[in-house]
């Protein structure tokens, strides 16, 4: 019998202990438990990006809560290693919870603290 216990691994085992209930429920758990790990790791890179730029904005003069992306959203997947889809989805995430207010590339930050939380940031990710 063929299970597959990772993404990249089939593992084929006949009557071994992986065909039990108890080890096929702890492989969903840890399945799951690492698509959610990746999923958090693209919010907090998403987050981290938009507060670092808003910190850059700020110095130079710029308003850091309001600006234009001037980076297509093609170039911002790649640029922190992840899907478009993803970069897609995060915005309309982040839009739904009420961190960010995004028209095109017209991009306004309505809660900068929450934003720099998820991202990890403490005070200033720069």
């Known amino acids: 019998m063929c299970y597959q216990i990772f ?3 089939t593992t084929c085992v006949a009557n071994s202990w992986l065909t039990t209930p108890l080890a096929l429920s702890t492989r969903k758990e840890v399945q799951s438990g690492h698509e959610k790990q990746q ?6 890179k998403l987050a981290t990006f938009l507060f670092t ?4 904005y700020k110095e130079r003069g710029y308003s850091d809560t309001r600006f234009n992306l001037m980076v ?3 170039d911002i997947a790649n ?5 478009p889809e ?5 915005f309309k ?5 009420g961190l960010i207010d995004v028209k095109r590339t017209d991009l306004q930050i309505l809660d900068l603290p929450a934003l720099g939380v998820l991202g990890g940031c403490n005070q200033m990710c720069v």
């Open 53 to 56: 730029l808003s910190a850059r």
């Open 79 to 83: 640029h922190l290693n992840l899907a």
């Open 72 to 74: 297509p959203r093609r």
């Open 86 to 90: 993803t970069i897609s989805r995060l």
């Open 7 to 9: 993404e990249a691994r």
């Open 39 to 44: 999923e958090h790791a693209a919010d907090q």
């Open 93 to 97: 995430r982040f839009q739904r919870d």
